[in-house]
């Protein structure tokens, strides 16, 4: 047996490997060179070792080099301990933050809109934001750098030039983006370079971008708008960029790289001349600015080298592809370094005029031509070592691997030997365990089917008892509750025939009075009132009645039942109030199969119920209509089930029509109920005591 703990563990480390082994796969998936997944293993395995976030996080961005990388971080982030998971989410690229968003911004005039893209379908990339002014419209209304531009005005331009990008945004007040936030930007030298990508934002705690140098060392494509003060020498403003676009610093370390936008649309040119410099200092330079031109008004002088232009590195560009890039678009962003190449025009500063073109001595040359081809083949050496180092490794790690399984294989072998003899034993051994186990299960099994068979046996004859003992009871059960219902059906019987004999008694009484005063009038008998809607004839009792006709306005008795149903008795309509679980509390009994002649009568109200907290109910009341459902001529078992809906069905009141049972209140209804029976106007057969004595008429609580 295993421990709980020993469990949770090995559970444990099969989860481990289970994702160890999911995130192989992934990164077999995203990187195809085996030499960047065994970098990042090795950055993996060292952070573990010393535990240092940023710095894994650093070198992360190493190997997370484009966006179609960057889900790498969700793959590391399940091998990251539970204690750093939060500080990593800080630190790495935010996936939320790269869902799509719209950005509006409206053109005031000549006012710049604040921000320059990079990039273009001709460069092989989207287009990004690669500079925002600060305080501009465009950093009020949220745009980044590092954004990546889907849809501008509901075009896309993933197939766009830059230059048309550009004119696509200037050509319409509004400009409306569909931007999403990658992080990211794209680096390109030159044409002829290999695209690279490079992160906005440095880890926290590191100044400089993952490969050493500052994000803003890198050029700008294009400004957007026509707005030039940004680049007015006489403040000497202009954006300033760290001095590292070759790699070196530069020897007038005084003076900072500045970048300056220009738009010559309907302008003659930019107003300057440029030159190549010589070998040991390449790269483009100033060589005179026109007065009045463009260029004087931006600042640029004598003996400035340009950098880059729209991100095409010139810094050991010749003379044509600085003029390629010069005249390939009316927008220029355009990185200067003042006065770089001063020295290359020393004549032309003391008066001397211009030279045609500038040499160094040959014996110079060819010294830092046979440095540079040294340099190379030492380079080409390295490369050689390294290789050849990687090949011995790779060799000795193979020959140990198939050294290590072919002791595997023959352990297996001697293990298989050893292992079959002693199956071999084991298999005798169990066949004769098996046999005797056989045995005795065949006669287990015997002894068992034996006694399952007496339990059941034994189990029917219980079975039989307690069934009939059941229906013993039942019927019992049965002959009390009918003699409970015959009692209380002739206690009621006799209530209501006591009742009758005092009526009949004060009528009899109150008409000898009547013929004492005067002996020589014979009272006549009152006549039952019967509506004119009655008198047409006797009609069909309705299933249901309209709501209106039993508002207290229009309730009109006549209208509704026939003389014989009303039988010269009160009519009333009862709203009783509904409340929860409480029940109607009254017991009725009668219907079209009883001696009661289709009559639903009020046989008792409970204290406990509705009926008898309103009031107006009373035993020997008949129950005419329900909610405009009649009552007359319908079985008991319907009455009970009209009277039980109702109850649940929506409303707050119960409306009840009845037929009030004499005697009542006030003198002249009972007389007049009295002289009704007299006239025999009422049809109402007596119930004789053989009727009543009947077992037939069910009795229920509603």
Known sequence: PFSHGGGRSRHRGTMEKQIARQFRQKVQALLEDESERDTLYSLLRQYHESMLLPELITDLRKVVNSPDRMELYEDVRPLIPLKHQVEYDKLVPNR????????KLVKNGP?????SLRGGVEHGVGIYVAHVVPSSQAELSGLRVGDEILRINGFTVDQSTHEEIVLLAQANTLVEMKIRHIGMLPIKRTRTDELRWEYVDPVPGSPTSPNGTALTSESIDSGLGTDHTAAQPATGSGEVINNMSNGTPSPRAGKEDRRVFVNLEGTPGLGCSICGGPAYKPGVFVKTVKPGSIAEEIGLQLGDQF????????????????????KGSKQLTITVRP????????????????????????????EKKAEREELERLRQLAIEREKKRQKQVQEEREAEEKKKLEEEQQGNKLQKSKSEEDDEEISRQLEQELLNLSLTQQKIDDEKKQEESRKRMESKTQAQRRESERMEKETQQELEKEERMRIHRLQQEAKESEREIQREQQWLSQEADKDLRKPNLIPSPPKT????????????????IGQDKLSPEKFDPASLFTKTQIAGREIRMLKIKKEKDMDLGVQVEGGIDSVLGGRVIVTDVFEEG???????????????????????????????EILREEMKAAGDFLALVIAVAPPKTYEDEVK??????????????????????????PVTII
């Not at 035993?619 to 009552?631: E, H, L, V, Y």
């Open 307 to 326: 950098l880059d232009v729209n991100g095409v590195d010139l810094t050991h560009a010749d003379y044509g592809e600085a003029i390629s890039a010069l």
């Open 610 to 640: 509705l009926a008898h907290k309103h009031g107006g109910l009373y035993k020997g009341d008949q129950i005419m209509n329900c909610n405009g459902r009649t009552m007359l001529d319908i079985k008991l078992a319907r009455a009970q």
């Open 111 to 115: 006012e710049s809109l604040g921000f």
């Open 339 to 366: 006065q770089e190449g001063e020295e290359l025009f020393k004549d032309v500063i003391a008066g001397e005029g211009p030279k045609k073109s500038i040499h160094l001595d040959n014996e110079v040359l060819e």
């Open 96 to 103: 939320l933050a790269r869902k799509a968003r719209i950005i």
């Open 529 to 544: 009132y019967v509506s004119p809607s009655a008198a047409q004839g006797v009609r069909r009792t309705p299933s249901r």
């Open 672 to 697: 007049k109920l009295t002289q009704t029976r007299a006239m025999g106007d009422v049809d109402e057969a007596p119930i004789s005591e053989q009727d009543t004595l009947r077992e037939d008429i």
